[in-house]
Each structure stands twice: as structure tokens, then as C-alpha cells.
């Protein structure tokens, strides 16, 4: 199912429909989709309904209408607060990447006979010695 790209305002939210929040779907089967979420929350759907949330003709009585908005996939007129939430969670799950790594690699020598296709050392041969770290470096 291919639908085109619409401006801004298609986006924004209606007096008595709904606004579609970012997701992704794929396949599952024959007769099922799979819709994920920025931050992992997800909901299985038939090909129906998919279409209906897209094309924004989902009855908002239906039950999974309130599962998917619980789930942050869209948000009505009645919710302001779903665009924060979901922001808020993808802060939150994403955290860490501001923190860098945690993994830091410690090269004692370039001695190393060795050819290992993920090093980044540029090897030395092994009468030199003068690359080696020493005891004071390491302390």
C-alpha cells in the first residue's frame, strides 16, 4: 500500500477526526500487519483497519481505536497531550546516545603479529618497543 506524501496541514488535527502520530508497519502474514511505534509500542492489525487508520475513516467507537490511541498511533481532538508523551518516551528511550559509548579500547602495544579485520592499530613490528605503553602510562 503506497500513499503519497501531503503537505502540513493534512497533518494537523481535525474539528472531529484524528491525527496519525509517526509509525511503521509491515507484513506478518497473509491477512495481518504489524504497526510499531518511535518508542517500541506496537499493535496488530488486519489489512482493513490498517486502512482505515491511514486513510483517518477509523470509527472512533471502535475498541481498537482506543488501543491505538492508549498506544500513542494517533491522537483526537479530546488528547493534546499524546504529541508530549510520545515525545517524552522517545527522550527516554534514547538517552544514552547523548552519553556517548561506554566501550573505550585501550591499545597496550602495537606489537602484534596479528591481522584482525576490525582493528584500528597500524601495526608496528616487534623489536619496537617504543610503542609499547608503559607501567607509568598505565597507572
Known amino acids: ?10 497533518y494537523l488535527p481535525v ?10 508497519f509491515i507484513h506478518l502474514d497473509a491477512k495481518r500487519y504489524i ?3 518511535e ?5 496488530v492489525l488486519d489489512r482493513a483497519t490498517l486502512e482505515a487508520l491511514v486513510r483517518k475513516t477509523l ?12 498506544k500513542h498511533f494517533l491522537q483526537d481532538r479530546d488528547s ?14 534514547r538517552h544514552r546516545v ?14 602484534c603479529n596479528h591481522s584482525c579485520k576490525y582493528c584500528q592499530v597500524s601495526r608496528q613490528s616487534e623489536d619496537r618497543s617504543a610503542f609499547d605503553m608503559t607501567v607509568s602510562m598505565a597507572d
Not at 39 to 43: L, Y
Not at 61 to 67: G, I, L, N, T
Open 15 to 24: 474539528e472531529k477526526g484524528y491525527t496519525l502520530l509517526p509509525f511503521r
Open 35 to 37: 504497526a510499531v511505534n
Open 80 to 93: 493534546t497531550v499524546a504529541t508530549e508523551l510520545l515525545a517524552l518516551k522517545v527522550r527516554t528511550k
Open 1 to 10: 500500500m503506497t500513499l503519497p506524501f501531503r503537505d502540513e496541514a493534512h
Open 59 to 70: 470509527p472512533q467507537d471502535a475498541p481498537v481505536f482506543q488501543s491505538l490511541k492508549s
Open 39 to 43: 518508542v517500541g509500542e506496537w499493535e
Open 98 to 111: 547523548a552519553e556517548f559509548t561506554a566501550l573505550h579500547m585501550f591499545v597496550v602495544t602495537l606489537r
